[in-house]
């Protein structure tokens, strides 16, 4: 009978969609990224599920989301949601459309992920359990969107009962478990062991259900049907394999479901709020027309906050990513950092860290060492503190190694300052190296080699056009943040996975290995 309903809804072409994701809404402090509103965040998966969910359901789709029951995260009292921000997001998408899977594991936690390496299956087995036995049979959707390893037992499980299902790898981290384990946790493994994925061919399932690991990340890629990544080169990236920290067996499964035609990369796109005309942090709001005086004010406002020297017409350089020296490239700031600032010591330039992390002791040790006071600061994140720098900078500094999409590039186009890049992933999805001729195409300055040079190049080229004509200079930044606004929001974010759905649910379904 359910699968009856499924296939009238289906014929109707308003199928029901369940999503499901360990993560909504924001980062916590020190992650480098824009917000701290909820911490049932650890990275931009939470931000795309909570607004592609909105963004579905504002379309008149019919959504459905499930998320673990964080209850100290969502200061849950008497069983309502009083969060400010998860209020708004459940007046976009009424109860009966959240579904939340319950476990004590969940209850009392204060970040999505635990720090314990042995704690985080034990959370993905709970969540999937409970999705598996209670939230699918309660919804019985059409297709299920399952998002990163966590989620990865689920597509197995919506083989064996006929429904399709889209997995989005958001990042290449994975976990290891049995089928032993899985069966402890209260899931019936035994329905769909075939589905999973093994580090050796299994023999027979008694043979490998006490010795035979299952890849999370690897499963979840291997039992979809279809699949898709944040950003269509970070997918190419992987496939051609250009990234040795990817899993050979996670490479070989998205490789063919790539060749199969059921893989591709949609970009994830800058929360709602990230918005100059109406973000409240902010000294001054503004928008493409009227940028020029307000980012004065508003670099004004983050000099004094900073210990910058104060004035509003010197270049100004914001880093807002993390300081992972494995990901996102801090080190190549430190190795240039002074001969960049005493090259154009007569500009004035200034560069600010707003960002935690591992290599932030270096920038600390260079202010101090070279005595920089008034040209450069390193602050610790503060969400209000990096919003203002967004709208006080000239330019974004994103020199990652490699990036699934990055959103501080995509978030600085909106706020009028263009991004210096590593031609990567989703930068290179985002960004292309500016040219202010008869054409004036271009939003950024990117490098190709990812060493020092490199980085030095581009910053050099973005000062060269801080050194054109005050017209030219500020007719191209209008450009960008008009063109930002219409490439970057999630209703063509939204639209991208409309059309998955739709390419999904016209083809013939495999229903499971038997």
Known sequence: MAAENRKKRTGLRKPRILIVTPEITYLPDGMGNMAHKLTAKAGGLADVSASLVASLFDLGADVHVALPHYRRMFHMEVGQLISDELRVYKSRLPDSRIHLAEDRCFYYRDTVYSSSGSENPKLALAFSREVINNIIPTVQPDLIHC???MTGLIP?????????CLFTVHNIHTHDLTLAQIEDSGIDAAEFWANLYFKRIPFNYEESRNSNLIDMQASGVFASHFINTVSPTFLKEIV???HDFVPECLRREMRNKFESDCAVGILNAPDVNDDPETDEFLKVNYNAE???EAKRQNKLALQQRTGLEEDPDVPLFFWPSRLDPIQKGPEL????LYKFLARHWKERVQVVLVANGAFQRPFCEILSHHDLYGRLAVCDFNQE???????????????SRFEPCGLPQMVGQLYGALPVVHDTGGLHDTVEHLDCGADSKGNGFVFKTYDSFGLFWAMDRAMAFYKQDEDIREAQISRVMREGRLRFNHDVCAAAYIE???????????????
């Open 156 to 164: 197995a499980a919506a083989r064996r009962m006929g429904i399709p």
């Open 290 to 292: 009227t940028h020029k």
């Open 385 to 399: 503190l990096s919003k203002l720098a967004y709208a006080a900078a000239d330019f974004i500094l994103v020199p």
């Open 240 to 242: 051609n394999g250009w």
């Open 147 to 149: 998002n990163d390893w």
């Open 333 to 336: 700031l430190t190795q240039i």
């Open 500 to 514: 998955i759905y739709e390419k999904m649910l016209d083809r013939p379904l495999v229903k499971s290995f038997e």
